[in-house]
């Protein structure tokens, strides 16, 4: 019996790569300390999924567009409904460059001194000639977003149920 487990466990160690990371992001989530492997199995089953899926279409957007790797404007293109992921995707990238430009410098007397010339700018997400991406150079938002008015919300069509005199 004990030997069937260990032969499935090393089945699964040999299928699933992150378990612990996912087991504990879990209890960081609040779920129990020790979760079960089963549930960190499911987790990494849908994640492989949805990259897999992510990246197939990627694939085709860089078919479409020409390219042979896939780049970030597909990335976005993908998203390009959904703005949280957007967001999301481009906080993710400021804080990774950001983790770039510290590892790049040296402390000098308590200080943080960048090493110059060690490592050239990225420039892989740099996206001057796209124009669907001229937001970026503007510095507008993503979206416009425009306080609310009394005028604007009189022409709304919904019902107010605010008092009970509207409703005799």
Known sequence: MYTNSI??????????WYTEEIRLMMYAFGDNQFPLHSSA????DIVKEQLHHILCKAVEVCDLR?????????LIFLMRKNRVKIHRLLRYLRVKDMRNVNEDSVNVDGGSVPLEGLKQKNTEYQTENEPAFAWRE?????????PSSPDRDLNLDLLVLGSRAQHD
């Open 7 to 16: 032969r499935q466990n090393e089945k699964y160690a040999e299928k699933y």
């Open 41 to 44: 199995y499911l987790i990494e």
């Open 66 to 74: 020409g390219t042979k790797a896939i780049q970030l404007e597909e």
């Open 138 to 146: 503007s510095g507008k938002p993503l979206w416009k977003t425009t």
